[in-house]
């Protein structure tokens, strides 16, 4: 029973002092985004806009297939259930709605953390283990300007941008499947799920996309810069980011979908 | 210990700590200007945590370091960035930006730190390339580079600024002999052309007796031996001698410590 309690603790107190440490990197990234520049240090913008083209523009084309097959996915179980209490109409509201508030944004932050997540550990861990983040530093340059603030521009930038595409291919999906395979009229579809969103729907998704932007960059750069050891280090944090960031993402997800749903 | 101008860095009963062990206790030492000064000692010695005190990547736990009379510990770290500027770093892997071209590795300290144009920002890149014989090499990336050749422009790097002092981290450990020698033999070019103060950790003993004015040498973070070569090789301490001796452990001592590392530490 004690060493239940003793991990239990132990446990908690790791992850007290992770959370800490990230928030510290968090404040950190947001002087040399906001702060530094107003002092003349500058910004790195090319650094910032080549992170979102990786992480956003690069990852446009998966995320757009995983969308459309998960639109004509979620069409299919919409009308199944739909279509026994005889309102098969209403699936474009359901395929627009839940892909709006909630699918589009999440299949986004998950695909982007495989894709870029995990990358921004590794660059770091790798950077870290050859020492590159130490000769940064004795030439006097900061690691959080230099590695963590392009990253953290690109990302925040880059996924709620992805996640509104994501969320036009998963209706187009729908739609496909709808007007193709369950006969449904094409213009009604389409009014119909033009209709059914409203701009809290909207604000839901981007306000949540936002956050996992956040969520997936921190991550993956604080995991990157906890690279201890060579290359058997960087592939344990790559792995530990991922989990990670996946599950922070899904918690976030949780919270923000409480606070739009119980406020009616 | 009385500041003196003729030195450059001094050093005073430093302390570093990982966690609750002290790996370095109570180091002092005095490097002069110009000089070059080589820290030697086994694996574990403490070498290696002295010199990234020294460069400012590790916080002492207690002690402090002079620099040019201005106690590094204690400064803001806008002050610290800039004397780093007076400060070169070789390191043990090279640690050159594996994303960008020899030319760019070098020629980043100046970007940031200066305002010179990008003419004249790549002729000092050039001048600084050859100097460390790499000429040519503009546009490889570190990836296409042999040991050595990384090395060298990890040097060049470290040049970029024309530092005061320029520390290196075993310059010649897994290199074949005769690119060690190059290496060396850079070293005191370095040293001569532009009276740079030099401190080079390592332990290849042919490396020490070609370009060390003097010798610190620690076992267990403490100094057991400062001075010129043949002074510090003529100490009596039972760790210098074997260490010069290249005399392995008793095997008595190896038992004693692995059955402390099979009992955690307890027998």
Redesign the interface.
């Known amino acids: 029973m004690s060493a239940l309690v003793g991990y239990t603790g132990r446990v908690f107190l790791a992850g007290l002092h992770d959370f800490l440490t990230a928030c510290k990197l968090l404040v950190d990234t947001a002087f040399w985004i906001v702060v530094a520049p107003l002092r003349g240090k500058g910004l790195r913008f090319r650094a910032a806009t080549e992170q979102f083209v990786s992480v956003g523009y690069d990852s446009l084309p998966i995320v757009m297939l995983i969308s459309l097959l998960l639109g004509a996915i979620l069409a299919m179980q919409s009308a199944y259930q739909l279509e026994s209490f005889g309102v098969g109409y209403l699936v474009p509201d359901l395929v627009a709605v839940a892909a709006m508030r909630e699918l589009a944004p999440l299949m986004t932050a998950i695909l982007i953390t495989g894709r870029s997540g995990s990358a921004f550990t590794a660059e770091i861990g ?2 870290k283990v ?3 983040i ?2 940064l ?5 900061n690691p959080i300007k230099y590695l963590v603030v392009p990253k953290f521009i690109g990302t925040t930038l880059a996924v709620p941008l992805v996640t509104a595409v994501a969320t036009f291919t998963m209706i187009i999906g729908g739609f496909l499947l709808s007007a193709l395979y369950l006969g449904q009229d094409a213009t009604i579809y389409l009014e119909r799920s033009a209709d059914s969103v409203t701009a809290k729907d909207f604000a839901t998704g981007f306000v949540k996309s936002v956050f996992f932007a956040i969520v997936i960059c921190l991550v993956g750069v604080y995991r990157g810069f906890e690279v201890e050891g060579g290359a058997e280090g960087v592939g344990k944090k790559t792995t530990s980011s991922v989990v990670t960031s996946i599950f922070l993402v899904i918690v976030v997800d949780v919270i923000f979908t409480y606070m739009f749903f119980s406020e009616g | 210990m009385a500041y003196s101008a003729e030195n450059l860095i001094e050093v005073s009963d430093l302390v570093v700590k990982y966690g609750d062990r002290a790996v370095l206790d109570g180091v002092t030492l005095n490097v002069r200007r110009g000089e070059t000064i080589v820290i030697l000692g086994g694996s574990g010695s403490g070498k290696s945590t002295l010199l ?1 005190t020294l ?3 590790m916080r002492p736990s207690a002690g402090c370091i002079m620099f040019d009379g201005m106690d590094f510990t204690q400064m803001s770290h806008e002050d610290q ?2 004397l ?2 007076k ?1 070169g ?1 070789s ?3 090279s ?4 994303s960008m071209t020899v030319a760019e590795n070098v020629s ?2 100046l970007y ?2 200066t305002k010179l144009e990008k003419s004249t920002i790549d002729i000092m890149v050039k001048i600084k390339l050859e100097l460390v014989g790499l000429s040519g090499f503009e546009d490889y990336m570190p990836a296409e580079l042999s040991g050595g050749m990384k090395k060298r422009a990890g040097l060049a ?1 470290a040049m970029a600024m024309d530092p005061e002092v320029i520390f290196y981290d075993e310059p010649s450990a897994g290199l074949d002999p005769i690119v060690g020698a190059g290496l060396d033999a850079l070293i005191l070019k370095l040293k001569q052309t532009f009276e740079l103060t030099s401190i080079v950790v390592t332990h290849e003993l042919a490396s020490v007796e070609l370009i060390a004015d003097r010798v610190c040498m620690l076992d267990g973070g403490t100094v057991v031996g400062f001075g010129t070569l043949d002074e510090v090789k003529a100490s009596p301490h039972s760790y210098v001698r074997q260490f010069f001796e290249r005399r392995p452990n008793e095997e008595g001592e190896d038992e004693a410590a692995y059955l402390r590392t099979l009992t955690g530490g307890n027998a």
């Open positions: 790798t950077m050859s020492e590159e130490d000769a530093e004795v030439m006097g340059l | 990234r460069v400012g990547l960035l800039e780093r500027k400060m770093v390191f043990q892997s640690a050159l930006f594996g980043m300290p940031e730190h790097r």
